[in-house]
């Protein structure tokens, strides 16, 4: 293991705006497209869920790096999920659904938590970010007006707070681009962690 290894990542993500972060602090990355199943398991919380499922991406990510002979680098995962009421609201399966979820949100806060995990041979740690987020009380027109921009689609919770949708924010009690889908805090955190023990 070296330094020079580790100075770029591979992010196993399909998320255009995890790219555009990762990008915003200067990070060098390739993309691994990773498919794993998504399914909540009986009686587990969404802590829970959000955890296993970045490690799992990053496990098969790291076993395809390896299968396909590629470069060896860290691997890093998230997951963000919206949560209102202890209920998981997922990404909509369309519009009907999205309008469903903003009839909820609106007027109401909800919790918004990302967990990433960066994973470099035995090294692998998760860290999970929450955020609570603050909605105006919205009429079913204001709803439809955004649903009409198709911003809502394969977003969790149907809105993506860097657009359209910002304008009905409050405020946010926490990390604006853990909001947006990748705490970059924790990741500037997660990379030291990583080059202080590889350094070691």
Not at 7 to 33: D, W
Not at 50 to 64: F, L, P
Not at 118 to 139: G, I
Request: charged residues 25%; negative net charge.
């Amino acid at each position: 293991m070296n330094i020079a290894s580790i100075s770029k990542i591979y992010l196993a993500s399909k998320s255009p705006r995890r790219r555009e972060l990762l990008n915003q602090i200067g990070v060098e990355f390739e993309i691994l497209t990773i498919d794993i199943p998504e399914e909540v398991a009986e009686n587990e919380d969404y802590l829970s869920y959000s955890k296993r499922v970045c490690q799992e991406k990053a496990q098969a990510g790291w076993n395809y790096m390896l299968a396909q002979n590629l470069p060896i680098h860290p691997i890093l995962t998230a997951d963000t999920e919206v949560v209102y009421q202890d209920e998981v609201l997922g990404k909509p399966e369309n519009y009907a659904a999205a309008f469903a979820m903003w009839r909820k949100l609106a007027g109401h806060k909800h919790l918004v938590i990302t967990t990433i995990t960066l994973k470099y041979f035995d090294f692998e740690k998760s860290v999970t970010t929450q955020s609570w987020v603050y909605f105006d009380e919205l009429s079913d027109d204001e709803i439809h007006a955004y649903l009409q921009t198709g911003d809502y689609q394969d977003k969790s919770g149907s809105y993506g707070i860097q657009s359209f949708a910002g304008q009905y924010i409050q405020k946010i009690d926490g990390c604006f681009y853990s909001v947006m889908g990748l705490p970059l805090n924790a990741v500037r955190n997660l990379r030291k962690e990583l080059a202080d023990y590889v350094a070691k």
